[in-house]
């Protein structure tokens, strides 16, 4: 499947996928912690995006990594600038500078490894934040100035994060309220 038929596909789908290497992977659902996570965190950062210039989107918007794909759903994407689309559909984003996975138990490895590999490539991307469903803890790598990657992590209710790239930071107290940690 090329780019152009998986968007075509897609694009008239009622579930989300995924696509890589010329195939479409469905998306599954997710927890309760995994939908609330995302909104707290667009909660608590969006006053401080409007002092700048940059805006935060829902899952709803898929990323484009190259030219070819492959194409992803993340959680939460912050963007800076003006959004770079790919298209007249106004639905991929070529341009993030932060991006946001909650990470389970079963899908843990699969961000930290194949995503954030392949995320990496993108160039206006400045920081990948992993964010915990099973404790507390919020990891941010933070792209430097060399292009190589630097992990800063947040453990416990009393932490702050802090996204450099952004000028925005948050309490674990906050994001995490009334979570039940499914670990």
Not at 51 to 79: H, I, K, M, Q, W
Request: aromatic content about 12%.
């Amino acid at each position: 499947m090329t780019p152009e038929q998986y968007l075509s596909v897609e694009r008239n789908s009622e579930i989300k996928s995924e696509y890589y290497d010329g195939q479409m992977f469905a998306m599954s659902g997710g927890s309760l912690a995994h939908a609330l996570l995302p909104l707290r965190i667009v909660e608590l950062i969006a006053p401080g995006l409007r002092n700048g210039a940059c805006e935060a989107v829902t899952s709803d918007l898929r990323v484009r990594v190259a030219s070819a794909g492959p194409f992803f759903y993340p959680d939460l994407t912050v963007y800076c600038g003006e959004a770079h689309l790919a298209d007249e559909y106004n639905d991929v984003l070529l341009n993030p500078s932060v991006i946001f996975e909650i990470v389970s138990r079963s899908s843990e490895g699969y961000d930290r490894g194949f995503k954030f590999a392949q995320y990496r490539q993108i160039e206006s991307l400045r920081e990948y934040v992993l964010v915990s469903q099973t404790e507390p803890r919020i990891e941010v790598f933070a792209r430097q100035a060399d292009q190589s990657w630097v992990l800063r992590e947040w453990v416990g209710m009393d932490a702050v994060c802090r996204l450099a790239s952004v000028g925005v930071e948050f309490s674990l107290s906050d994001i995490y309220r009334n979570i039940r940690f499914d670990g």
